[in-house]
């Protein structure tokens, strides 16, 4: 085992390609010449998070996987389980799509005769991935054993999971409250059905969905709650724990780990009914999960998986535990207050170009780590989705010159709302503790936003 694992056990949209580069057009090993203001997935390495996985693969070669699976599971842990109360188990996987998969799981092992139905807001806004995972279906064509699968595929002939999708925002891109409707909705299905909803908090613009519905819906209710983003208080995180949610965590995000690494919080009022666990319950999900997802705490699960060790995961969750660490140094009011201070700055310098670029509706109703915008054409008309994915590519895809000492830009890629499309701007932990180091100097800010203004000029004015 090497670094080079650190883009393996996981799907085929990790693996490096003949141009050495991955999907997302980076490599998570190269970033000493990177300026990062991505909103998710395409994170690299840095100065600290590579010295912590360095330090990993030193122990890996002599020490048992298991238990450092363990130790790493139990920091996490101690990060976010701020009243040391023990009250959740964690599950791994690959990314934070595959946690979409344990849900269906755990209905067919404590209710295996219930059919589900699927609730799911803002899925505009999720990952497609996501999407295609909570309906049973294959996200991958390549899982973590470098199998091929069929992609789009439904991944038993027994899973049929009926759903309802709440969009996330109208057509002038205003979000929707849907509150009332999908309490009614989980209230008429719960009769006949295991219901799981699916809630966001941290969609691709920061998206918060109101949390004050779960208490009101029906106890029977899997709530699932997506923080993938990682945008979040440890309190926030630990109230909805108590609400009996299982709380979906990526460190790839916010804390930018190479991609991709899933966790899902899993309340022990839940995880302790995983006892009758039958071959039949688990068999559509031999492809998805081996024993390097399941906690050492369920042996008789564990037991029904593939032995594997994926270092890719361990290593990629041991990138995103260093810098929260880091990061907790600082505090929740400096952090807190950085982010604040940069997205004035944003926000501020998108409203003196206004010619070029238009705020999203609703910024006060996202997370201030993002800024989402629209850009313009001469005539004040909005780049299609299209046209905005050719600017994006002419950013980020292109090694660059005119970026101080940067070669590489990476920003958030265009989300396709009706038919229209935005980018966004984000801060990660590293981002963020760098702006603290550099006394909140945002000359880079400025200057990317410049070059974002040079490339539109070029191509469409």
Not at 328 to 348: C, K, L, P, Q
Not at 370 to 398: M, P, T, W
Request: aromatic share 10%; hydrophobic share 35%; with cysteine.
């Amino acid at each position: 085992m090497d670094i080079n694992d650190i883009v393996k056990g996981g799907d085929e949209r990790i693996t490096l390609k003949e141009n050495g580069l991955n999907k997302y057009h980076g490599n998570p090993l190269i970033y000493e010449s990177v300026f990062n203001r991505g909103s998710c997935t395409m994170s690299n390495l840095n100065i600290d998070s590579k010295r912590a996985v360095d330090k990993m693969l030193k122990k890996l070669q002599k020490e048992d996987y298991d238990k450092l699976l363990n130790q790493q599971q139990n920091q996490l842990k101690k990060l976010i389980d701020i009243d040391l109360s023990d009250h959740f188990d964690i599950f791994y996987a690959p990314s934070g799509s595959d946690l979409c998969y344990y849900p269906i799981m755990f209905s067919r092992i404590i209710k295996p005769d219930q059919s589900i139905f699927s609730v799911v807001t803002c899925p505009e806004e999720l990952g497609t991935g996501s999407n295609t995972a909570i309906k049973g279906e294959y996200f991958f064509g390549t899982n973590q054993f470098e199998e091929n699968v069929d992609k789009n595929s439904i991944i038993h002939k027994e899973i049929k999971i009926e759903q309802q999708a709440f969009s996330a925002r109208d057509i002038d891109g205003n979000i929707l409250n849907h509150k009332s409707d999908i309490l009614h909705k989980i209230e008429e299905k719960s009769k006949e059905n295991q219901v799981i909803a699916n809630l966001v908090i941290g969609s691709k613009s920061g998206i918060v969905d109101n949390i004050s519905m779960i208490p009101r819906a029906n106890e029977d209710c899997f709530w699932v709650i997506d923080v993938c983003q990682m945008r979040t208080t440890q309190k926030l995180i630990n109230k909805l724990i108590s609400l009996n949610c299982m709380v979906m965590l990526t460190g790839s995000k916010f804390y930018q780990s190479p991609p991709f690494c899933g966790a899902l919080l899993v309340p022990k009022t839940i995880s302790s009914k995983l006892i009758n666990i039958t071959d039949e319950a688990v068999a559509p999900f031999l492809k998805i999960f081996s024993t390097s997802d399941i906690p050492l705490s369920h042996p008789k699960l564990r037991s029904k998986f593939r032995h594997n060790e994926n270092y890719g995961t361990l290593l990629r969750w041991e990138a995103a535990v260093s810098e929260m660490k880091l990061l907790s140094f600082y505090g929740e009011d400096m952090v807190t207050m950085a982010v604040d201070r940069w997205n004035a700055f944003i926000i501020s310098q998108l409203q003196i170009k206004s010619d070029f670029f238009e705020l999203m509706p609703d910024q006060k109703f996202t997370n201030r780590s993002i800024v989402s915008f629209n850009v313009k054409h001469k005539d004040g008309s909005l780049l299609s989705d299209e046209q905005l994915r050719k600017l994006y590519l002419e950013i980020c895809a292109k090694e660059r010159d005119d970026f101080y000492d940067f070669k590489k830009i990476i920003i958030g890629q265009p989300v396709k709302y009706d038919n229209k499309s935005f980018i966004r701007l984000a801060l990660g932990s590293y981002n963020v503790r760098m702006l603290i180091a550099n006394d909140f100097d945002f000359q880079f800010d400025k200057k990317l936003i410049s070059i974002i203004e040079r490339e539109l000029k070029k191509l469409y004015w």
